[in-house]
């Protein structure tokens, strides 16, 4: 079974950074697909960003682009979120998610796991 455990979350002002994480386990992650969703209070769960570890081929939200990286440890397991220059509108929980990669990389938010969620505010 796979799981997911995001870490990282805190309060930071705006301009500064986070880095998020996201240690898998239960499963043969070369084959999979990991990605990073957020939910704000009141609206929908939306995408953030996405990785094919397999190869490391990354695609973002528009919204995030230019500020937010991510990446993968192969040693380590984990997924990586990198945010910089965090806005006020960037406050929300981040979610981790995986599905098995079917040679498609989008933004489509059908993961088959999640993990529990780790709460970012950026305050102006």
């Known amino acids: 079974q796979v799981q997911l455990v995001e870490s990282g979350g805190g309060l930071v002002q705006a301009g500064g950074s986070l880095r998020l994480s996201c240690a898998a386990s239960?499963?043969?992650?070369?084959?999979?697909?990991m990605g990073w969703s957020r939910q704000a209070p009141g609206k929908e769960r939306e995408f953030v960003a996405a990785?094919?570890?397999?190869?490391?081929?990354?695609i973002y939200a528009d919204s995030v682009k230019g500020r937010f990286t991510i990446s993968r440890d192969n040693a380590k397991n984990t997924v990586y979120l990198q945010m910089n220059s965090l806005k006020p509108e960037d406050t929300a929980v981040y979610y981790c998610?995986?599905?098995?990669?079917?040679?498609?990389?989008?933004?489509?938010?059908?993961?088959?796991?999640w993990g529990q969620g780790t709460q970012v505010k950026v305050s102006s």
């Open positions: 998610g995986s599905k098995l990669d079917s040679g498609y990389l989008d933004r489509r938010q059908d993961y088959a796991y």
């Open positions: 239960g499963g043969t992650f070369s084959n999979y697909i």
């Open positions: 990785i094919r570890w397999s190869e490391g081929t990354t």
